[in-house]
Structures are given as structure tokens and as C-alpha cells.
């Protein structure tokens, strides 16, 4: 599942492209996603400039003005989502659902599995609708240091791995970035999170921070589906420290990466350099 990092690459390769853009029309292939898509959307998206492209959590949010209005589309790519920018004389395939329509060109969201999301808000502030309201706090925001960490994680008996991938606490931290990050903060996967001390969260918070932004600059993690705008795979896969090692030597202690179950997700670990 595409998670911060892959929304953000793909964030950034298509703002530069899009901004300023006039979306023609909307054509809707396929309505029923992991919800309906809007029947009003085609009518709200037409004639309309693409003022910016946002992010909000794995969200992303396209600001659209229009004569007399602003609204904005929200996407989310489910599992195995991706938005490619192509030629307008590109057909379209099987997955194809939706194509945006621009002065020369095509923004196509292609989803096998259909659990992506297309939705839209009217108004001038996305944060106000009910898929974004709950979410949690950005990592990569100003605001998540280790004082938040700390204050957060108080009285809570779960494990830390799963704190940091509750969405309506922090957003985007999946399955392979909390295990990543709490590798290089040291820190074993099913400690208690209310049990972390200050220069335990100082640690975490800063390792999520460099994890998610080495995964952004290497293009993501392409593990199963995912794919950037232009058909690109990320690589920060390759990089990992222990996700998917399990039975390998450690790279920093050569003690042998383990594993164990958690909400249903497994995750690696290292026993000699996580406490």
C-alpha cells in the first residue's frame, strides 16, 4: 500500500506538471471504488484550474477553482492506486477508472484492486472533511519532535510499533517505515509505548523524520504495485535495514534479524540492537 512517502513522490512529480492546469473534462469508467465516486464529480471537476497539489496524510488533494467556486478532489490510491500523466492518445486499459482530461495530456488513476478513494469537498477547506478531520499529526511537520512523542505515547500500554501506525495519531507511518525507524532509534517493536523515556521519543521521532525522508529522496518503497506518474518504481526498499531480512545477519551488529507477528502485520526486528 502506498503510504507518506509514495503519496509525497507522487505529489512532487505531478505538482510541477499539473499547477496551472485547466482539467477539460472527467471521465468516469468504473464508479464503485472503496466508495462510490461522486455522480456530481464529472460536472464539479469541469472548466476547473488546478491551483495546487496538497498532501494531508496518504491523502491527496487537488485544489480546484472554478467560476464562482473552489472545491477540491480528493484521492486516495487504496492499495494498488497510482496516477499516471500521459499522452491524450494513450487508451485506456483494463484498471483505467477515471481520466482527467488537461491541454494535452491525460491524469489517468489506474487501480486494479479498486480500494483507492475519489472523493470531493466543497469549500475552502479540505480539513474539515470527514475522511481528514480524524487524521493525526505530519511526521514530517514542525510540530512531531520528541516532547510530542513523549506527551502522546503517556499511559498507553501497546506496543510502540502499532502507536506509530495509528492514522488518527500520526499519519503515513507504514508497516516498512515504523520498522525501519524504530531499528535505527534502537527501540524494540513491541515495548510498550508508554514505557518509551524522553531520549527514547527524542530518538524515535528523529529516526521516523530521516526514514521518511530518505524513502521520499530514493523514490518510495516499490513493493508490489506501486509506480511514480511516469511508470518509475522507488528503491527504498533495497536500502532496508531489516524489513524483509528475516534470518539475515544484521548490518550493524551481525546478530540475525528476527521477526514476530503484530496486528496482523509482521515485523522485523534485530534482538541485539533493539531494547
Not at 510499533?161 to 488518527?168: D, G, N, P, T, V
Amino acid at each position: 500500500m502506498p503510504e507518506l512517502p509514495e503519496v509525497e513522490v507522487c505529489r512532487q512529480g505531478l505538482h510541477p506538471r499539473l499547477v496551472g492546469q485547466r482539467i477539460r473534462r472527467a471521465t468516469i469508467r468504473f464508479w464503485q471504488l472503496r466508495s462510490a465516486i461522486p455522480a456530481a464529480l464529472p460536472d464539479k471537476l469541469a472548466d476547473a484550474e488546478i491551483a495546487a497539489l496538497e498532501r494531508r496524510g496518504k491523502y491527496l488533494l487537488f485544489d480546484c477553482r472554478r467560476t464562482g467556486g473552489r472545491g477540491w478532489l480528493i484521492v486516495h490510491l487504496g492499495m494498488t492506486g497510482s496516477l499516471r500523466l500521459l499522452g491524450p492518445e494513450v487508451p485506456a486499459g483494463r484498471h483505467d477508472h477515471v481520466d482527467l482530461e488537461l491541454d494535452g495530456a491525460l491524469l489517468r488513476y489506474h487501480d486494479p484492486r479498486r480500494f483507492g478513494l475519489l472523493a470531493w469537498h466543497e469549500g475552502d477547506d479540505p480539513g474539515s472533511d470527514p475522511l481528514l478531520a480524524s487524521l493525526g499529526i505530519e511526521p514530517l511537520g514542525e510540530a512531531f519532535d520528541g516532547a510530542w512523542l513523549h506527551a502522546a505515547t503517556r499511559g498507553r500500554r501497546g506496543p510502540i510499533k502499532s502507536f506509530l501506525m495509528e492514522a488518527h495519531q500520526i499519519v503515513g507511518v507504514g508497516n516498512i517505515y515504523a520498522a525501519e525507524s524504530l531499528f535505527r532509534a534502537g527501540i524494540r517493536p513491541d515495548r510498550a509505548a508508554g514505557g518509551l523515556g524522553k531520549d527514547a521519543c527524542r530518538r524515535l521521532a528523529d529516526a521516523v523524520r530521516q526514514t521518511l525522508n530518505e524513502a521520499i529522496a530514493a523514490g518510495g518503497s516499490s513493493i508490489r504495485d506501486y509506480v511514480h506518474h511516469d511508470g518509475g518504481t522507488g528503491w527504498f526498499q533495497i536500502a532496508c535495514a531489516v524489513y524483509g531480512r528475516a534470518g539475515e545477519p544484521c548490518r550493524r551488529c551481525g546478530g540475525t534479524v528476527g521477526r514476530l507477528r503484530q496486528g496482523g502485520r509482521t515485523t522485523f526486528f534485530c534482538p541485539g540492537c533493539q531494547r
